[in-house]
Structures are given as structure tokens and as C-alpha cells.
């Protein structure tokens, strides 16, 4: 297997600029975060409102160190069967019949020989463990505060050791362990020992700044001046008292609309159009619509107006 370390940014610098190429700003803060968690082998939990840019984070990373993403996407009800392993019992009922047909069963080995690699079905905790890839993966745990709290106790080997008992076969140890992202938007609190396994860092929403960065390299296609208006008025949005704020997920998915709507500047007649690509529950688009459209607009705009003068 070919180490990872290898093709590990030299520094944050380097690091911030490797993840400029596959267009994700990072500001130092998590570059720094992301470096360490590399150089030290140590998971990486990062917390953060939904649609900031942490799950990119993993993405990006794969595709940056040229390995793959195996990805567990957490979900109540989540046990050992969907993302550690379990057996594929079909096959096994198949071989004790044949076995069965042969008339000559040593049932100690057949014993062995059911619970055994071939009959193991791996699921994504296990995969990332398996020491025949060319490269260690990049693994993402994502949303793991969807998930019960018992599943935690089922990562704590995984994050601690790399590796996964199976009571019928035995221990699974990653020659080279996997860079690990783990995910969670914060709807519950993650137990302290599984925190401790990682590196911590929050991602917040974007200043306007590095939310210009990130909408004009997403999304070259759009113009300078609709790409501004844009950052400007989600910027001015995520100060109302809304059920769920904008993130940078649904900035990019707006400007992408407007640019395919043939639009060159905000309007309120197309803001109001189009404010379902953003918010995502009827109580906020009905607060918003209207008056509070016009008036985060005109901020949105003297805003931009302020910033040209300074520049000027």
C-alpha cells in the first residue's frame, strides 16, 4: 500500500493552495486543522451549521490526495449491519445445503469455512480498513449526530486503534490508516470520548469576503456584478430570524439558477421568484418575500456601494 504521507501538503500554505485548485476556500484556521489531522494520522471532526462546506471538506481531500472517498452517511437506526460488516446469510444457506448434498460435512470446518472473508459482506467502516488498496481513503462519517448515541461506542475502536473485531474471524487492522472526517450539524451532542480521538474545528458561515472567493470560483460563469449583489444580500439574509439560515450550499445553488435564468443583477421581482432555491420552509420564504425583500436589497446594494468607494 502506498502511503498517503506522501503526497501530504509540505505546509498549511501549500495545503490552502492545493485546496484553492479543487476550488474550496479554506481559511487558515481549518487548513491548519486539516494539515495536523494529516501529519498526526488523527480524525478530523469538524461541527458546523448544515451547507457551510464541511462534507466538501472530505471530497476535496480525496480528490486531492488522488485516493478514494468511501462514505457512511449516518442515519437513525444506524447499527453494525449497515456500517461495520454483516454476513451474507443467503450465500451461507446455499453452501450448507451443498455441503449437505455432499453427504460428508466436518462441521468444524464447515464452521471455519462459512464464517470466513468469503461470506463477509463489508460495509463502509470495514472497507476503509482493507489493506489491498493502493492508498489509504479518505473515509467520511457524515452527519453523525443523526445517528444514535450508542452507534458512537461502535467508532471508538476505529478512531482510536484503526481496527475492527469480528468476534467469528477476529481483528481487521489497517496497515496504513485512513484519513477519517467525521461530520455533525450539531442537533445533539457528541460524546466527549469520541471527541477526544479527534481534531476539533467549527466552520462558521463565511465572511463576505471568503463567500465572494468561493461563489466566483464555483461559479466562474456568472458576472462580477451578480456574484457581489448575490454574496451581498445572503449575507444581509442570515440576520433575519429565520427557521433555517442560508448556508453556502444554497448561495452557490442560487447564483447557479440566476445564471441559467440569463440574469445579470438582483432584482426584487426575481428575488422573490426564486427565494425557494434558498430557504426551504414556507414560514421563512413568507417572511421574507416583499418589504423585507426590498430592504435587505438596498442594504445588500449600499453595501456594495460602500466597498467600491473604499476601493476607489
Not at 453556502?248 to 435564468?261: F, K, M, Q
Not at 418575500?289 to 445588500?300: V, Y
Given at each position: 500500500m502506498t502511503q498517503i504521507a506522501s503526497s501530504v501538503p509540505l505546509s498549511v500554505d501549500e495545503l490552502q493552495n492545493t485546496l484553492r485548485k479543487?476550488?474550496?476556500?479554506?481559511d487558515r484556521g481549518l487548513a491548519m486543522s486539516i494539515y495536523l489531522a494529516l501529519k498526526l494520522k488523527r480524525p478530523l471532526f469538524?461541527?458546523?451549521?448544515?451547507?457551510?462546506?464541511?462534507?466538501?471538506?472530505?471530497?476535496?481531500?480525496?480528490?486531492?490526495?488522488?485516493?478514494?472517498?468511501?462514505r457512511l452517511q449516518c442515519y437513525e437506526g444506524l447499527d453494525?449491519?449497515?456500517?461495520?460488516?454483516?454476513?451474507?446469510?443467503?450465500?451461507?444457506?446455499?453452501?450448507?445445503?451443498?455441503?449437505?448434498?455432499?453427504?460428508?460435512?466436518?462441521r468444524d470446518q464447515a464452521e471455519r469455512d462459512l464464517f470466513s472473508d468469503e461470506f463477509l459482506i463489508k460495509r463502509p467502516l470495514l472497507q476503509a480498513l482493507d489493506s489491498s488498496r493502493d492508498r489509504p481513503p479518505v473515509l467520511l462519517i457524515d452527519e453523525l449526530?443523526?445517528?444514535?448515541?450508542?452507534?458512537?461506542?461502535?467508532?471508538?475502536?476505529?478512531?482510536?486503534?484503526?481496527?475492527?473485531?469480528?468476534?467469528?474471524?477476529?481483528?481487521?487492522?489497517?496497515?496504513?490508516?485512513p484519513v477519517v472526517v467525521i461530520t455533525s450539524n450539531r442537533t445533539r451532542e457528541i460524546h466527549d470520548a469520541l471527541k477526544r480521538r479527534c481534531l476539533y474545528y467549527w466552520i462558521d458561515y463565511p465572511d463576505l469576503q471568503k463567500e465572494m472567493q468561493i461563489v466566483t470560483s464555483k461559479v466562474p460563469e456568472a458576472s462580477k456584478k451578480l456574484a457581489g449583489q448575490v454574496t451581498a444580500f445572503v449575507q444581509e439574509l442570515r440576520g433575519v430570524e429565520l427557521y433555517k439560515v442560508p448556508g453556502?450550499?444554497?448561495?452557490?445553488?442560487?447564483?447557479?439558477?440566476?445564471?441559467?435564468?440569463n440574469e445579470k443583477e438582483l432584482s426584487p421581482e426575481v428575488i422573490d421568484d426564486t427565494l425557494g432555491i434558498m430557504l426551504k420552509y414556507h414560514e421563512d420564504i413568507e417572511a421574507v418575500?416583499?418589504?423585507?425583500?426590498?430592504?435587505?436589497?438596498?442594504?445588500?446594494?449600499n453595501q456594495g456601494a460602500r466597498r467600491g468607494g473604499r476601493r476607489g
Open positions: 479543487e476550488l474550496y476556500v479554506a469538524l461541527e458546523g451549521e448544515a451547507g457551510v462546506g464541511k462534507t466538501e471538506v472530505a471530497k476535496v481531500l480525496a480528490s486531492a490526495l488522488d485516493t478514494d472517498l468511501i453494525v449491519s449497515q456500517a461495520v460488516y454483516e454476513w451474507n446469510y443467503s450465500r451461507q444457506l446455499l453452501q450448507i445445503r451443498l455441503l449437505e448434498a455432499s453427504g460428508d460435512v466436518d449526530d443523526r445517528a444514535d448515541e450508542e452507534f458512537e461506542g461502535y467508532l471508538l475502536e476505529v478512531l482510536s486503534d484503526f481496527q475492527i473485531t469480528i468476534p467469528e474471524i477476529g481483528t481487521y487492522k489497517a496497515d496504513e490508516p453556502v450550499a444554497e448561495t452557490l445553488d442560487w447564483i447557479a439558477a440566476l445564471v441559467s435564468l418575500r416583499g418589504e423585507q425583500t426590498r430592504a435587505l436589497l438596498n442594504r445588500a446594494l
